[in-house]
């Protein structure tokens, strides 16, 4: 799919045309959709050969992937839908063509500077050496794994929730150990403990906002997790920034809990998704335990530039998150106008339902050109909030799909 300019479709700018009924999918795009709806892969085939001498407990396993599908309207990896500014374009060119002259020496292995501006955004009173930063944060899940888990050890999370948890975990012969959430979403502090002190794991995870139904866990939950873990508490804040007003994060819990880490990315608010940046807060000695499973030099010249431009900029991205927090918003009240059930959200998507043949739904918008994601609960489907030409688009898209559902349900 071609991409706009830079800051094409920015908030107070002319938002692209609307591409609304005008495409049908592809006999590729067919095909790619139906290796695999839920996006677990989209290769041709996927299988490992069987000659290879593959680990036991990967064998039948397949890789993680949302579709990667052409279309006009892509609203399914909570990608932020605004491209960086004119401005913010020439102060990362910039940035990289800072370094870009010592590109044969190796990085700044520690992202010393990185670390002291992302410490200083995060606030909190933190320093440096209470931040790290990796390629994304399922990088950062991915050490924190390889360090505090491993074979003989196991990671607790609270499902439904993000699918690279467990993944993540089995990639690292960690056990992955799956609770449940309430029937809303939630997570009861009591059922969150008993499955705690049943299991007694080496790390349990926790996603605030949750991906993919959205809701963030209240700080009694997360405090009340602490208090009950043996071993590492990891909270995934990815999309901490679009939380509703009054949401706190639990970094304000770091000096609590020297166990406790909290996950953040630039992915999403800073719309940095294609530079792969990702980060955490915790006690230093967390961070100088990852020194012990980080490759070296990890984050290259080019990626910490990018980076601590964008940091630089800060408030041109974050002034987006505001815009899709409102769209957001109007989508959920749109959704519940329609009689659909749709999950309160404190993220840049909304999960909503419930159906009783979700992939029709998904495969019916999906030949409207517009790609959704259909992950999650059994009939429930997830959208990503985007520019309100996208919006407009998905609720034209929807409105007559949901009409066609409704005929054939009749008796």
């Known amino acids: 799919m071609s991409r706009p300019a830079a800051g094409a479709g920015r908030p107070g700018a002319e938002d692209p045309p609307s591409h609304r009924a005008s495409w049908r999918a592809s006999g590729t795009t067919r095909r790619s959709a139906s290796l695999n709806a839920s996006g677990t892969t ?3 085939g996927g299988q490992i050969a069987d000659w290879l001498p593959l680990r036991p407990d990967l064998a039948g396993r397949t890789a993680y992937g949302a579709p990667q599908i052409d279309v006009p309207v892509r609203l399914n990896t ?9 401005g913010l374009v020439r102060a990362i060119a910039d940035a990289v063509a800072g370094v870009a002259g010592r590109l044969n020496r ?7 500077a990185l670390r002291t501006d992302l410490a200083a955004y995060l606030g909190h009173g933190l320093s440096w ?6 390629n994304g944060s ?16 196991s990671a607790l999370g609270f499902e439904p929730s993000y699918s690279m948890h467990p993944l993540t975990a089995r990639a690292t012969a960690t056990a992955w150990l799956s609770g449940a959430r309430d029937g809303d979403f939630g997570l009861d502090p009591g059922r969150a403990v008993q499955a705690i002190r049943d299991q007694r794991p080496e790390l349990v995870f926790l996603t605030s906002p949750n991906n993919p139904t959205g809701g963030a866990l ?9 208090d009950a873990a043996p071993g590492m508490v990891v909270v995934d804040e990815a999309y901490a920034e679009f939380a509703r007003d009054g949401t706190p994060s639990a970094l304000a819990l770091l000096p609590r809990y020297r166990r406790l880490v909290i996950s953040r990315t630039m992915s999403k608010a800073f719309a940095l998704a294609g530079a792969r940046v990702g980060y955490l807060a915790a006690d230093p000695a967390v961070i100088e335990a990852l020194l012990l499973v980080r490759l070296p030099y990890h984050l290259s010249a080019v990626t910490q530039a990018v980076a601590r431009a964008a940091l630089a900029h800060a408030a041109e991205p974050l002034a987006t998150v505001q815009a899709l927090r409102a769209e957001r918003d109007r989508l959920v009240d749109w959704l519940r106008g329609q009689g659909l059930a749709v999950a309160d959200s404190d993220a840049n998507f909304v999960l909503f339902g419930e159906f009783g043949d979700a ?13 959704i994601r259909e992950t999650g609960p059994p009939g429930w489907l997830r959208v990503t909030a985007g520019t309100p ?20 349900a009749r008796p």
């Open 42 to 44: 989209h290769r041709e």
């Open 78 to 86: 909570n990608e932020n839908p605004y491209g960086p500014s004119a």
């Open 106 to 112: 190796y990085p700044d292995r520690d992202a010393v």
């Open 129 to 134: 050496r209470q931040v790290w930063a990796a």
């Open 138 to 153: 399922n990088e950062v899940i991915q050490q924190l794994l390889l360090a505090f888990g491993g074979p003989g050890r």
């Open 218 to 226: 209240p700080l009694a939950v997360i405090e009340a997790v602490c």
């Open 359 to 371: 992939h029709a739904i998904w495969q019916a918008l999906l030949e409207r050109g517009v790609l």
């Open 389 to 408: 030409a996208e919006m407009d688009a998905f609720r034209d898209a929807l409105l007559p799909v949901l009409a066609g559902a409704s005929e054939e």
